[in-house]
């Protein structure tokens, strides 16, 4: 099982990438799906999460410009961002919570390889 994390770059103030992170490998079934960052010299960070379900949680430096989604069935997490600001700056993670084909009763917590958003004029 991995976490193939797309969408960063070099991206204007005010901006709106979409990050991308798809799941693959034996999978039986994804629990929560989020996003972290990471800034220079900080620890990283809660984003967004999403729930199964549909039910999201968001940091409040993100509240009202950033979106976290999912698609079940591309076992795929999204995370719109709109107005991005230079503070955002950071390498951003996805993480999942997964139970693998033939090991359904335990869950796995699993990182993709992170991807770099600069904010910059």
């Known amino acids: 099982v991995q976490l193939q994390a797309s969408g960063g770059g070099l991206v204007q103030p005010g901006g709106s990438p979409r990050l991308s992170c798809e799941a693959s490998g034996s999978i039986f079934s994804i629990n929560a799906m989020g996003w972290y960052r990471q800034a220079p010299g900080k620890q990283r960070e809660l984003v967004a999460a999403?729930?199964?379900?549909?039910?999201?949680n968001y940091a409040d430096s993100v509240k009202g410009r950033f979106t976290i989604s999912r698609d079940n069935a591309k076992n795929t997490v999204y995370l719109q961002m709109n107005s991005l600001k230079p503070e955002d700056t950071a390498v951003h993670y996805c993480?999942?919570?997964?139970?693998?084909?033939?090991?359904?009763?335990?869950?796995?917590?699993?990182w993709g390889q992170g991807t770099l958003v600069t904010v910059s004029s």
């Open positions: 993480n999942a919570g997964i139970r693998r084909a033939g090991s359904w009763f335990k869950e796995y917590d699993y």
């Open positions: 999403i729930t199964s379900g549909g039910s999201t």
